[in-house]
């Protein structure tokens, strides 16, 4: 991450697009100090989410920020920013599942676990206008459409972010149901079968 902002700078200045690309750099410093925070509470967000969620928290921040804003990958790859928010939204609703107290029913995780990670896609729509309309920065790829065609990117966006929790959530009823379907019971006793000798013994 930090080769990419220094190269990111570096472009900038060569290009003379430094001014413009300010807003860029600020969120790859803001993704460099997330991923040190990050890698310093390792230990605890394995305890608490597991090995899996944790990697999958870091790549997101690599690939959206470091890929995204670094490398320009938004504007050259047409689905980029569509796969990440597919990918963020399956990210947040097992993140919101497991910020739930185990004593719950799995459906009503599962709900927390939607709620959550919708409203913070709704949250991320939030700062993307807020961003275009203090700085004109055209997240919500707006600019020189009109009607309805500029309300498209942030639907888009909406709807991927919303897949991605629903797909979540179906793997996290397929597989958490399972594992309290049945939480009493027993494992069989193994019965010891008796040989030709110890039977004659015993005689």
């Known amino acids: 991450m930090l080769v990419i902002i220094v190269l990111s700078i570096s472009r900038a200045i060569v290009s003379g697009t430094l001014e413009s690309d300010a807003f860029h750099i600020l969120q790859l410093g803001a993704g460099i100090f997330f991923?040190?925070?990050?890698?310093?509470?390792?230990?605890?967000?394995?305890?608490?989410?597991?090995?899996?969620?944790?990697?999958l928290i870091h790549l997101f921040i690599v690939l959206s920020i470091g890929g995204g804003n670094g490398f320009t990958l938004y504007s050259r790859f047409i689905y980029f920013d569509s796969v990440l928010h597919l990918f963020s939204g399956y990210i947040l609703a097992d993140v919101g599942y497991k910020l739930t107290d185990k004593?719950?029913?799995?459906?009503?995780?599962?709900?927390?676990?939607?709620?959550?990670?919708?409203?913070?896609?709704?949250?991320?729509?939030?700062?993307?206008f807020t961003g275009d309309y203090l700085f004109n920065l055209n997240m919500q790829r707006y600019q020189g459409l009109s009607g309805q065609a500029a309300l498209y990117d942030t639907m888009k966006d909406f709807i991927c972010n919303l897949t991605g929790v629903a797909v979540a959530a179906v793997v996290l009823f397929a597989t958490q149901n399972s594992q309290v379907k049945h939480p009493h019971r027993k494992e069989p006793i193994p019965v010891k079968v008796e040989n030709h000798r110890e039977r004659q013994l015993k005689k």
């Open 103 to 128: 004593t719950w029913p799995v459906l009503t995780r599962i709900a927390f676990a939607v709620c959550f990670a919708t409203t913070l896609g709704v949250f991320w729509e939030i700062y993307e």
């Open 35 to 55: 991923l040190l925070v990050l890698t310093h509470f390792s230990d605890a967000l394995v305890g608490k989410f597991g090995a899996t969620t944790t990697f």
